[in-house]
């Protein structure tokens, strides 16, 4: 399961900005709502359905769009590196 | 035992800082688009809360835009050049005679190495000053950083010195394009061709002088951490920001506060190994690729963003003056990391006979009223 850095400081207003390394980014509304459910230890699976749901998408979508997010969050080098798995 | 006795929930912790009372001297009042750190550490005193005294400008040019700064400092001198140590000496001395200096902090590159053999002379006129030792100095001379660096471990782009701009030709083959041309004391600019590299030696010779630097071009983000160390050559504090905006100069111009560890081990690792003592900057760029910190450049004082250190909860310019006075401190606490600077110009209206005054003085009093300095 893909875990956010924990030091990663989340604004409501999406912006995300890793002490770390000084970085900031600017993300939309869905993103935000994947980035806290993944801070919140929500695992993939449900997070997919989570994301059907409140956007009203089907499931190939959803897994396809949260697979993406979750690569770009791993080349951005937000996610911890100790704790990341293959998808599914 | 009373229950209230067990309770210490209502007890507030602070730190303790007594007030200083003292006036303190300082240079690199220039602030134009590639500022010296004067202006930030006068800025981070004012604001303080925990000083008191007066703020002594020293200029070498009429036209450094800090010496109108009257709400920073409250007299400006004009002094000779501080490679003619004695010179210096002797103005510092005329000055003394009506304004009690009690602390001189010189915050540029080229002042150090003329007045660190000057020490021992000013605390015989009652200056304290905090300044590296001069083989600490001379460890931190560009000239000196790649063999610095690979004689302890630390890892920095390969470099070359030269003195004609013919042997450009063959160092660009070495290390590539683009390639960083730097002066031996200040300046530093990207080429991209050949050409530019030409146009880059000549502008930075003409300025600085030869040897000219040809560093080689490490793609990825630039950090820099400002340190304070003490005579003990114990760390007191530390702050690390990363450049957001940069002029095309290369000087940052918005910045932010972060915290990475394995970059202030290595800081304290480089500081450990120069030996230093007082305000000092290091300046990194992590490789785009292998993540690694490679060091750009040693500077022997503070940076021009100084005051973002003492916004983010460590203000360094304020421990180095306790420094320079003699007293000893606790490493300072953990700074505020997301805090970010954006440096902008404004311009400041001010009577002509301020120019005249300092031109013909040599010096330019501030404070609007009769001197009152703290004796």
Known sequence: MPVIKNTLEIDERGFIFDPQTGSSFAINKPALFIMKELKAGLPLRSLQEALQKKYGIDSKIAKMDLADFVRQLTKLELLNPDKVSPLD | ?375
């Open chain 2, 1 to 375: 035992m009373s229950g209230n006795l067990l309770n210490l929930s209502y007890l507030i912790l602070t730190r303790y800082h007594p007030l200083i009372k003292c006036n303190v001297a300082l240079s690199g009042l220039n602030a134009t688009d590639d500022p010296a750190p004067g202006i930030a550490f006068a800025r981070s005193l004012r604001e303080s809360g925990e000083w008191q005294g007066q703020i002594f400008g020293l200029a070498y040019d009429a036209t450094e835009t800090g010496i109108y700064q009257d709400a920073f400092f409250d007299r400006v001198f004009m002094m000779p050049d501080p490679l003619l140590p004695e010179l210096f000496f002797n103005r510092l001395q005329q000055i003394c005679v009506n304004s009690n200096i009690h602390v001189l902090i010189p915050s540029l590159d080229y002042e150090l190495i003329g007045l660190s053999s000057l020490t021992k002379y000013f605390k015989g006129i009652g200056i304290n000053t905090l300044i590296p030792s001069a083989p600490a100095l001379r460890n931190h001379l560009k000239t000196k950083l790649p063999d610095f660096c690979s004689i302890n471990g630390f890892k920095s782009p390969q470099q070359m010195s030269i003195v004609h701009p013919d042997s450009i030709y063959s160092v660009v083959a070495e290390l590539g394009l683009p390639v960083v041309v730097k002066g031996v004391i200040h300046g530093s600019h990207i080429a991209y061709s050949i050409n530019e590299a030409i146009i880059y030696f000549h502008k930075i010779r003409q300025r600085w002088g030869a040897p000219v630097l040809l560093q080689e071009y490490i793609p990825g983000e630039e950090y820099n951490t400002d340190c304070l160390v003490d005579r003990d050559r114990k760390v007191i504090g530390a702050v690390q920001m990363k450049k957001l905006a940069l002029t095309d100069k290369g000087k940052g111009w918005s910045g932010v506060t972060l915290y990475d560890k394995s970059l202030m081990d290595l800081c304290f690792a480089i500081i450990d190994k120069l030996r230093w003592v007082g305000p000092i900057e290091l300046e990194f760029v992590k490789h785009g690729r292998s993540g690694d910190y490679y060091l750009l450049e040693i500077n022997p004082r503070f940076g021009t963003w100084i005051y973002l250190s003492a916004k983010a909860g460590q203000n360094l310019p304020l421990a180095a003056v306790r420094l320079a006075l003699g007293e000893r401190l606790k490493p300072l606490p953990m700074y505020q990391t997301g805090k970010m600077f954006v440096r902008y110009s404004l311009d400041k209206v001010c009577p002509l006979s301020q120019l005249a005054e300092i031109m013909t003085t040599g010096e330019l009093d501030l404070s609007g009223k009769s001197y009152k300095g703290i004796n």
